[in-house]
């Protein structure tokens, strides 16, 4: 049995198992009045991935808007960063380990994913990529036992990762979480009128979003593809940038927690 070893603990969030647990805790804490206003468990999520005292608190908002759900599988699409290729990859790992332990992988549903042809089988893919591995400390948190579909996103349409996350969409007792942050490196009010634009675009369901816009954009547009069809509605948990956070105000990155809801929960 093959695990993959957290790669950034220490760098983008603590590697102690104790102060990250207080860490994810607090982050938790500071959102919880928002999400227990909605009354509905979200269907997808889209949450950024930038070290925790950048971002944490603003994924911490779609955390805690499932705490306490029942999903018993998580289907994470983060952009690859660190391996360039084509298509989309899925691990050969059975676990996935952070310092709160190990999560399984649920390999009957990547089995499914390697169905199509722009899926393959790539540790290497998975082996360094933060963007999936920041999400797993909150899921942990949130969820306590659950199994893993880590799918890392290459240069594919979105079209093909649309097709892959509708098989895991449709599952009701799935969790589909789509990783990525905003707009990069502009001055602070350049990156709060760029990343308005794209968050009213994410909330119109007008696609496409740019990779400029949004370096998990072709999560994001698979995602909007696939709303409509299923039912969702997008709401706005929390925006900010880093130079609200951690950062200055000359370059900063941009964060959004959006979560998508059943249309029918909603209305009742």
Not at 26 to 32: D, K, P, V
Not at 203 to 213: A, R, T, V
Request: net charge negative; aromatic share 8%; charged share 15%.
């Amino acid at each position: 049995m093959s695990v993959r070893p957290a790669a950034v603990a220490a760098l983008f969030y603590p590697g102690d198992a104790q102060e990250l647990s207080s860490a994810v805790d607090t982050f938790l804490a500071a959102a919880a009045s928002q999400a227990s206003a909605i009354g509905a468990w979200p269907r997808a999520v889209i949450v950024p991935h930038a070290g925790y005292i950048y971002s944490g608190q603003t994924a911490a908002y779609a955390y805690q808007a499932i705490r306490g759900a029942s999903f018993s599988r998580v289907a994470l699409f983060g952009p690859a960063h660190r391996v360039g290729f084509y298509g989309m990859a899925v691990p050969e790992a059975d676990k996935f380990e952070t310092p709160l332990g190990a999560i399984p992988i649920n390999r009957e549903g990547l089995r499914e994913a390697l169905n199509h042809p722009d899926v393959q089988s790539s540790d290497l893919a998975q082996a360094q990529e933060h963007s999936l591995e920041v999400q797993l400390p909150f899921l942990q948190s949130v969820l306590g036992h659950f199994e893993l579909l880590p799918v890392c996103v290459g240069m594919v349409d979105p079209e093909a990762v649309a097709e892959v996350m509708s098989l895991f969409l449709e599952d009701p007792d799935t969790l589909v979480v789509i990783s990525s942050d905003l707009s990069h490196f502009h001055d602070y009010e350049s990156a709060r009128a760029i990343d308005h634009a794209t968050v009213n675009s994410i909330l119109s369901m007008h696609g496409p979003i740019g990779h400029e816009q949004a370096c998990g954009a072709t999560g994001i547009n698979a995602l909007l593809l696939l709303a409509e069809k299923q039912g969702l509605v997008p709401r706005l948990l929390d925006y900010r940038n880093s130079g609200d956070t951690a950062g200055d105000k000359l370059r900063v990155v941009g964060y959004a927690s959006i979560a998508w809801f059943d249309q029918e929960c909603l209305n009742e």
